[in-house]
């Protein structure tokens, strides 16, 4: 009765089972374990369908009778078999055996490494398993004879067609990664990839070439699909498993969600799903490639902005986009405000408050936002800009197309930080318009300068009031307490700033 042996690496997707041909390959897997109690899990297919059983003290079952095993028994290990438990495995049956605690080895003789034969010092099984701390050589063949085989698992074959050579290469990836071996380019051009296995002896080899030369076209024209290599050539830090290869796997995860996973999170999925230990910078790497295969990258989003503010105008009466480009046609400036809510925007106060802030991304900016307020209280989205930094000429900008849609009057309040770019651009585009200070801003300057955060109390009463006498005293009582700060208050800032009694306009 013949026995097929397979180990199936522990991998959460399903991946082709690493045949063992003959004992060799058993050696090979018990010496490149650093587990000292040698559990190793392996699928069993017994030839023909009968399920080979073992009782846990390590006898036969009764139905085997013909003694098929006990060559392997007696020649090379006395195990424990248990954990047996018969599954289905195509038309075939399989058991999965865990070895455990290998016991002994037996030489010509018939002795026991652990019970060695007069006159010999005792040997230590692994040791005698492997033919190590010994002049003689082991009764287990040596692992680097192996000539053990085992297939790809993969659906290709010869005369199969590729689109270009960059989808055979991505499925050669794929596929060398799911059967966890190594493979290396022997030959690569426009025309032809040849790639054979890392390990020098085995037969396992692909030869691919175009269809025609004017094609782009890749048909395999030759292949190996078996491996004769040792299963020591295993490599968790696959060569296969570059950035592309991993990006493309864990791309999906990024579909229809605002974060997906980080780096660590692809180095997970990585080892868990493909095998492959991978450092962080790669999985950092792979994870930048997944994003620009989902949502494209910069270059390609700053290239469809005229395309898109075309919709947006079409789709969207009113609307008001206008791009800036520099001497070498160059992106500089962005500014959008959507025709909805220059509207709106005719019904609401005329208080609009400007602010910027940094972009993240490869080309960095600075985003320039518009904003008022609607009559529940809420923030109304006016405009948008993107300018490379807050500077004057940007604000200046900025401000020219803001000017070109809410206008310029004596009713306008214009609301921002106390940047100098902004005062000089605001003085320089609005000649009606009122500027004023934003009370927010100003108290987090008070309390990183001063560090009297107990006086906020009376300093947002004095920003409320609406009297002057009121505004008077709740300023006395700043002055008692801190001077300093009704200092800076009135002739740093000026109340006509940032209070809304001493304010010129209506903010």
């Given at each position: ?24 390959d058993v050696a090979a897997l018990l010496a490149s374990r650093s ?348 405009a948008w800009g993107i300018v490379d930094s807050e500077n004057e ?115």
């Open positions: 009765m013949d026995l097929v042996l397979s180990y199936t690496p522990p991998l959460n997707k399903k991946c082709s089972p690493l045949v063992l041909k003959d004992d060799e587990d000292s109690t040698c559990k190793i899990p392996l699928g069993v297919t017994v030839e023909p369908t009968e399920v080979c059983a073992y009782e846990k003290s390590g006898q036969e079952s009764s139905d085997d009778t013909d003694g098929s095993h006990d060559g392997f028994r007696d020649n090379y290990l006395d195990v424990d078999y248990c954990d047996s438990e018969p599954t289905d495995v195509g038309s075939s049956r399989q058991t999965l055996l865990v070895f455990r605690n290998v016991k002994r080895t037996s030489n010509d003789n018939g002795a026991s490494a652990t019970e060695p034969a007069e006159g010999n010092p005792p040997v230590d099984p692994l040791l005698r398993l492997t033919g190590a701390g010994s002049d003689e050589p082991a009764n287990v063949p040596t692992i680097e004879a192996s000539d053990s085989t085992f297939s790809d698992g993969s659906d290709l074959h010869e005369g199969k067609y590729f689109n270009t050579k960059k989808d055979l290469k991505r499925k050669l990836s794929d596929i060398a990664m799911k059967g966890n071996f190594e493979f290396r380019t022997r030959k690569s051009n426009r025309s032809l990839w040849v790639i054979k296995c890392i390990d020098p002896n085995c037969s396992w080899r692909l030869r691919a070439s175009k269809i025609v030369p004017e094609s782009i076209k890749f048909v395999i024209r030759k292949y190996v699909g078996v491996h004769s290599c040792s299963l020591l050539n295993r490599n968790a830090n696959h060569r296969q498993a570059t950035y592309v290869v991993i990006g493309e796997q864990v791309a999906p995860q990024y579909v229809g969600v605002e974060k997906g996973p980080g780096p660590k999170g692809v180095q997970t999925f990585a080892r868990t799903e493909l095998g492959a230990q991978i450092s962080y910078y790669k999985a950092w790497r792979g994870r930048k490639h997944a994003h620009t295969l989902i949502r494209g990258s910069p270059e390609q989003s700053f290239h469809v902005l005229p395309s898109y503010f075309h919709m947006l105008e079409k789709l969207n009466p009113g609307t008001v986009t206008r791009i800036e480009v520099d001497g070498e046609s160059r992106f500089k400036y962005l500014f959008l405000a959507f025709g909805v809510a220059i509207r709106g925007f005719r019904y609401m106060r005329k208080v609009v408050g400007i602010d910027g802030t940094f972009l993240k991304g490869q080309y960095c900016g600075v985003l320039l936002v518009a904003t008022a307020q609607d009559g529940n209280g809420q923030c109304y989205p006016l000429d940007a604000w200046t900008w900025f401000l020219t197309q803001l000017k070109e849609i809410i206008g310029d009057t004596d009713e306008l309040a214009l609301i921002s930080d106390r940047a100098p770019s902004i005062k000089k651009a605001i003085s320089t585009v609005f000649e009606k318009a009122h500027h004023g200070a934003c009370a927010w801003h100003v108290a987090q300057n008070i309390k990183n300068k001063f560090k009297c955060a107990d006086i906020m109390g009376s300093y947002w009463s004095a920003v409320n009031a609406y009297r002057c006498e009121d505004f008077a005293g709740y300023m006395i009582e700043i002055s008692n307490r801190y001077p300093r700060v009704a200092e800076y208050l009135e002739n740093e800032v000026g109340f006509e700033k940032w209070s809304r009694c001493h304010y010129p306009g209506l903010r």
